[in-house]
Structure formats: C-alpha cells, structure tokens
C-alpha cells in the first residue's frame, strides 16, 4: 500500500511539474531538498528513496552511507545520532532515519539540531500519521547541501531491545530530477538501559 502511494506521490510531483507550473526542476527540489515523504527510510514496513530515485540498485554507487550511535542509552535520555556519506560524489544528499524496536514498534523521539535537519510533522503533504510523531527526521533544503548530519534521539522507556536505526539516503547528482541518484541504506543498533 505504501509502494502506491509513493509512487502516486513521484507522479503527482511530476503533473504539477509539467503542467501546473511548467518547471519540473522547482517543485522536485522542494519535494526532495527539502526531505522526503515520510516512511523512507529502509525500516521493516517503509520504503526507501529508490521508489522515485530508482535509476541504479540500491547500495550500488562508489559512496559509502552510515548511521553512528551509541552502544547504549539511557531510557528518557537524549543520545546524538549522525548520519553521513563518505566518498560521495553527489551535489546533493538527503536521508530519512527512523528507530525500531525488536518488537517493530517505532519508538524514542528524535530532535533536530541547527538548520540542516527537520522532525517530520504529522498529517502534513509528507504523509507522516499522527501516531509516529517525533519519530521520523530527515534534511532541509539547506540540509540538502551537507553530507552528514547530527540528530538527537530521546531513548524510550519500555521499548524490546535491541533499538535498530534505520535510514535511507540519497546521493543525487544534483539537476533537480530524480533520475541519475544513487540511493543507498544503512542500519545501528543500541541498547537502551
């Protein structure tokens, strides 16, 4: 259901491209840039950015993407997380990054720091529902020009150990399409005490 609606998504942003305001670069820059629908991020039951930037298999470019977290955390306590590509040869980056329990419940919260990145807001045009709020954070526009950025995620009382991060990001070539982008996952566990 949601590989449906990512994808009317991708071709709703290239009708209004095309023919509502005749400039496909502007308005896949804002919907990319500026982050992602929610839900991409490569968790069990998401998506991940190759379901519009689907030109090479995911995993398969020369960049080398990954999520730093801590060993262990402490329940109610804020954690730094950071997310970056190494060796990439994109313009542009982007990433979406959630955590899971070992039950499959999204928990914690996550927070941003500075301007770079933004906490997905529920029942927005990103499609983020009420229930995962806090729990889906992604780059800005201005984030889109970065290659690694920094979050912090409040550990949760009661989740199942092990908590997984998962994130999806996007090396991308920069020209506004969505072609020509290599996507790429990666995963961290922590334990939170």
Known sequence: MKINKKMGFCFAVLVLSVFGTGSLYTNTLYAESGGPKAYTTGAPGDDACDVCHFSFARNSGSAKFSIKAPATGKSGKSVKVTVSFAQSIGKK?????????????????????????????????????????????????????????????????????????????????????????????????????
Not at 111 to 121: A, L, R
Not at 122 to 139: F, M, V, W
Not at 159 to 188: H, M, S
């Open 93 to 193: 980056n982007g990433f979406e990054i959630t955590a899971v329990d070992a039950n499959g419940n999204r928990v914690g919260t996550f927070q941003k720091i500075g301007t770079t990145t933004q906490v997905i807001t529920p029942n927005d045009a990103r499609g983020l529902q009420s229930q995962d709020a806090g729990k889906y954070i992604e780059q800005t526009a201005i984030g889109s020009t970065k290659k690694s950025w920094s979050v912090k995620w409040k550990a949760p009382a009661g989740a199942k150990n092990p908590i997984t991060f998962y994130a999806a990001g996007v090396d991308a070539d920069g020209d506004g399409n969505f072609d020509n982008d290599y996507v790429y996952t990666a995963t961290a566990n922590t334990t939170v005490k």
